[in-house]
């Protein structure tokens, strides 16, 4: 798969699912390149922040959640991840808030949960992910809150304080 060439949606499957088999510099590709064809969606940006978290790039992993603070959108799931990684509020002042069964709950979650690995805050990442899968509908990105909670990236990504 060749990422120059490669559609938004191949791209956003690429960043889903690479990091899940190790291919982190591939993963990283993609997400760049999803990143740059789709500003406004937050499959590149969390990617990116997971391998941020996976490396240990406090700079990439600051520049992605200042990407997702400044992101201009109507999404309130979105809002939601933007106002837990400004500091606004904490997961349990957003959690009410976000609209189950939208392809953007998980996308928003996965952003707070990787904030929170991003911090070093393996507990609370894990149970915004937890509270959150149930009612997320069926897609790749679910598939990488599962891969952080319960499959290859639990094993490899661990919390690491990467932001300050």
């Not at 922040?49 to 520049?63: E, F, M, S, V």
């Not at 992101?71 to 606004?88: E, M, S």
Request: net charge negative; hydrophobic share 45%; aromatic share 6%.
């Amino acid at each position: 798969m060749d990422v120059a060439s490669a559609t938004p949606d191949l791209l956003a499957e690429m960043a889903d699912y690479l990091p899940m088999l190790g291919k982190w510099e591939k993963a990283e590709a993609a997400a760049r390149r999803f990143d740059q064809l789709r500003p406004w969606n937050l499959i590149g940006k969390n990617t990116l922040l997971l391998c941020a978290i996976h490396r240990g790039d406090a700079g990439l992993a600051d520049a992605m959640k200042k990407e997702i603070v400044s992101l201009k959108t109507n999404r309130a799931n979105y809002q939601a991840a933007q106002a837990v990684l400004g500091g606004a509020k904490t997961w349990e002042d957003v959690s009410n808030s976000m609209e189950n069964n939208n392809q953007y709950l998980t996308q928003g979650a996965t952003s707070i949960a990787l904030y929170y690995l991003a911090e070093g805050n393996g507990d609370s990442a894990k149970k915004v992910l937890e509270e959150t899968m149930p009612f997320c509908v069926q897609n790749d990105d679910k598939m990488v809150m599962q891969g952080i909670v319960f499959g290859s990236l639990a094993r490899t990504v661990k919390p690491v304080a990467v932001l300050h």
